[in-house]
């Protein structure tokens, strides 16, 4: 009988039997056998026969596998990942592990060294299979064939071949580089699982295969130092001084700059290693310079890598290409976000609306799901919200492709609208019992909001500039940022702002918000003018709740400045305003503006009545920033009327509240006062920390006023301590500062200032107390710390306060 007609007749193809005839087929299936059988009409005898001799072929024909090839680098930096990627599968805890993760992470390196380290496992060994030369997903077949020593001769039917060759031989197959025909790769790696009991697959892929049993193993970049201590424990700053001084450029004396370099490359190894090869041209200092603005220079890879191995960009373009036109367009808007984003401001950046819809919202989150499963988007989880963002590699590549297409300027704005949209809706929530949560989130999209309030600016959109400015002040003030806040405010109020019915309640605001941050800063006349502009606004608006407002803060000004009557009068204006109202936040505001009043001018009974009231108030209202104020206030009055356990417990209450918001001035203030305690009990050394503390917040935040005060009690802890010349420098300092800023010492404040000042001047001839109290009027605020420098030594920062 022909080849021809025993295939005819077994439905077979002429190829499948004249590849058992010629023995390069000796392994048949067991359906291949049968159909055989019925063709030839064979009875029980002879079919015994031939199955018994494929069995036998099948049991003694071993083709000869692909090895994993050598590493030709050792694996820096990666012992973690090798012994749980390992342990996935030397014990078979999952039959198809894919090594996940974006382009130059360092997924090759490590797929080979599991291979390497758990070959031994399985009785047949390691087969590895290299599909980044594979063009044609159709090819992908035929080059597992290959790599198992299987040439198939049916085109049709070679994923069968491959799994009868395979049968039931303990095998791990490694395919190397899946992302640009995973669809292909899927299917067989599924079929192939399912066919061959013990048969395991390890993939190294850009992009997740999906198919069922899939484990994934997200391949991270290398840890990279967080500290100074960790320099010369960091995998990526190993990996760099490795391949540097393979190079011939040892950079062991450029640690710093070393770990400066691969901060910024995020720890991609790929990265890193295209850097190190840089330093045959650059320092690394020039390198770190050149990366600052740029990932251009990273290319140069070795000459046998292949293409998209050879430069940071076309690892990337790799991934790039293997996109659709709806992954392309998220991909590059999503580069004008600046420290990640989530759904919602994905979805508004994507449709240009700044209140996206669910089907907006849906087209988002599918399209984000797809660049999560191809490793250009990272996706973390927090308090219950998913958060993305990419490798800053990749969002620079992003943000190329989003210029080339000219939509850079589009998503900028619809940027914008999206974060103007969440600061209002935050500012809502600012004063309440979600104040910490909110706070928390506008912190965590500050870049994004720099990033939005830089573009209103630079476009010069006035609407967008004034609202957002306005928007964020209160977090300004809670979080710190006075003259971040203070100079978007300033800038946003200068353009050149038409008369627009629809934009003067925010212009009101931003006027308030101005003022507001210039008090907090002790610019007293600036805020003045600003709080007056606002009054005005908000009474031609005829809104009395801005009204109140503004009052309240120009009590602040007044009470600062010590014209503790006017600040009254204000805060009793703005208690009235607010009791019209029906506003209980108002009305307990004035009560701890007026209570702080009263213990600042030494009424301490009726401050501590008003404080007292407005703590019970805030209580209730969830006002946090509201009751660490009504705390301290309390806590001062107690620590002047010298009840110094109670001062401290509301002081340490005041402390955590504060710390737990983030509420900076809160802390300040805590620590202020909670030193003066331990003065007073004579735990100097417990004092000058707290206070020294103090100063530091206060310095930091702009506050002359308090920082001021600070100085003066350090400078009555100095005395005690015997170091009376540093007395009467602290002394000078806190004068000068409230020569400039225009505020008086408080009248609580003043019987411990002009005790301490006596004492030091009875300690010291006039000579050296003239001496130091001007040296410390001209002292910078930065340096007083640091001591007293003597009349003619400049200042030594080795000589601490703490000493």
Excluded at 94 to 111: D, F, I
Excluded at 599 to 626: T, V
Excluded at 656 to 671: D, I, M, P, T
Excluded at 780 to 799: C, E, F, I, K, W
Aim: overall charge negative; hydrophobic content about 45%; some cysteine.
């Amino acid at each position: 009988m022909s080849q021809e007609k025993l295939a005819e007749l077994a439905g077979l193809s002429v190829d499948a039997i004249a590849a058992l005839e010629r023995g390069r087929r000796r392994a048949p299936r067991p359906h291949t056998l049968r159909l055989l059988a019925d063709a030839l009409r064979l009875g029980a005898p002879d079919r015994a026969q031939l199955t018994a001799a494929a069995h036998r072929e099948g049991d003694t024909t071993r083709s000869p596998l692909r090895a994993p090839p050598a590493a030709a680098n050792e694996l820096v930096g990666r012992a973690v990942e090798l012994a749980e990627a390992g342990r996935l599968v030397g014990e078979r805890a999952t039959r198809l592990l894919t090594l996940s993760g974006p382009g130059g992470v360092g997924k090759t390196q490590l797929a080979l060294a599991i291979a390497s380290a758990v070959a031994h496992k399985f009785a047949d060994g390691a087969c590895w299979v290299p599909l980044a030369p594979v063009s044609d997903s159709g090819a992908v077949a035929p080059a597992i064939a290959a790599a198992i020593g299987l040439h198939p001769l049916d085109g049709a039917r070679v994923v069968e071949e491959i799994a009868e060759q395979i049968g039931k031989r303990s095998l791990l197959v490694v395919l190397d580089n899946c992302e640009h025909v995973v669809v292909d790769a899927a299917r067989i790696t599924a079929e192939l699982l399912e066919s061959c009991p013990n048969l395991s697959v390890l993939g190294s892929s850009r992009e997740l295969m999906r198919v069922p049993g899939e484990s994934v193993y997200v391949v991270p970049p290398l840890s990279v130092p967080q500290t100074d201590e960790q320099l010369d424990k960091s995998p990526a700053v190993r990996l760099f001084v490795d391949r540097a001084t393979a190079r011939g450029h040892e950079p062991s004396d450029q640690i710093e700059q070393v770990a400066r370099v691969v901060r910024r490359l995020e720890g991609m190894p790929l990265a890193i290693e295209l850097a190190a090869a840089r330093t045959n041209v650059l320092t690394v200092e020039e390198l770190a310079v050149e990366l600052e603005s740029s990932f251009a220079i990273l290319g140069g890879g070795t000459s046998t890598a292949t293409p998209r191995q050879q430069s940071l960009y076309g690892a990337i373009e790799w991934s790039h290409e293997l996109l659709t036109p709806a992954e392309r367009e998220l991909f590059a808007l999503m580069s004008v976000f600046v420290g990640g984003w989530t759904l919602n401001a994905a979805a508004a950046v994507l449709s240009g609306q700044m209140t996206p819809g669910p089907l907006e919202r849906a087209r988002a989150l599918d399209l984000t799901s797809r660049l999560i499963d191809k490793s250009l988007i990272r996706v973390s989880r927090d308090r219950g919200i998913a958060r993305y963002d990419m490798l800053a590699v990749i969002r620079e590549f992003a943000a190329d492709q989003l210029t080339a297409v000219g939509r850079d300027e589009d998503a900028a704005r619809n940027h914008a609208h999206f974060y103007i949209a969440l600061a209002e809706e935050a500012e809502s929530h600012l004063r309440g019992s979600s104040q910490g949560d909110w706070l928390d989130r506008l912190d965590g999209e500050l870049d994004n909001l720099r990033a939005a309030m830089s573009w209103a600016l630079r476009t010069r959109a006035v609407t967008e500039a004034v609202r957002l400015a306005g928007g964020l002040w209160l977090f300004c003030y809670l979080r710190g940022h006075y003259a971040e806040g203070g100079d978007w405010l300033e800038r946003a109020t200068a353009l050149d702002v038409q008369s627009d019915a629809n934009l003067a309640p925010y212009l009101a605001k931003a006027c308030l918000g101005a003022g507001m941050l210039a008090f907090l800063q002790c610019e007293y006349d600036v805020a003045t003018t600003r709080l007056q502009s606002a009054l005005a606004q908000y009474e031609e608006l005829d809104d009395t709740a801005g009204m109140a407002l503004v009052m309240q803060r120009l009590g602040g000004v007044a009470r600062e400045r010590g014209d503790y009557l006017t600040a009254e009068n204000l805060h009793c204006q703005s208690f009235d305003l607010f009791e019209s109202l029906g506003d209980r936040s108002g009305m307990a505001w004035a009560h701890n503006h007026l209570g702080f009043v009263a213990w600042l001018r030494g009424d301490l009974e009726i401050g501590e009545r008003r404080c007292r009231k407005a703590r019970d108030s805030f209580r209730g209202l969830g006002d946090g920033e509201g009751l660490a104020w009504s705390l301290i206030s309390l806590g001062t009055i107690a620590q002047y009327s010298g009840e110094l356990t109670e001062a401290e417990d509301l002081l340490q209450e005041s402390l955590a509240l504060s710390q737990r918001l983030g509420y900076r001035e809160g802390v300040a203030w805590s620590l202020n006062q909670l030193g003066i305690v331990e003065r007073r009990r004579g735990f100097t050394e417990r004092a000058v920390h707290l206070l020294d503390e103090s100063l530091a917040e206060h310095r930091d935040l702009g506050d002359r006023w308090r920082s001021a005060s600070v100085l003066e009690e350090l400078a009555t802890v100095a005395q005690q301590r015997n170091r009376t010349e540093y007395a009467a420098f602290l002394l000078g300092a806190a004068d000068g500062i409230r020569e400039v800023i225009g505020a008086p010492v408080p009248d609580v404040e003043k019987p411990d200032q002009q005790g301490t000042r006596r004492a030091v001047e009875q300690a010291l001839d006039r000579h050296a107390f003239r001496a130091a109290w001007s040296a410390g009027r001209t002292a910078p605020l930065a340096a007083v710390a640091d001591g007293y420098p003597g009349p003619s030594v400049r200042p030594d920062r080795s000589r601490r306060l703490e000493r």
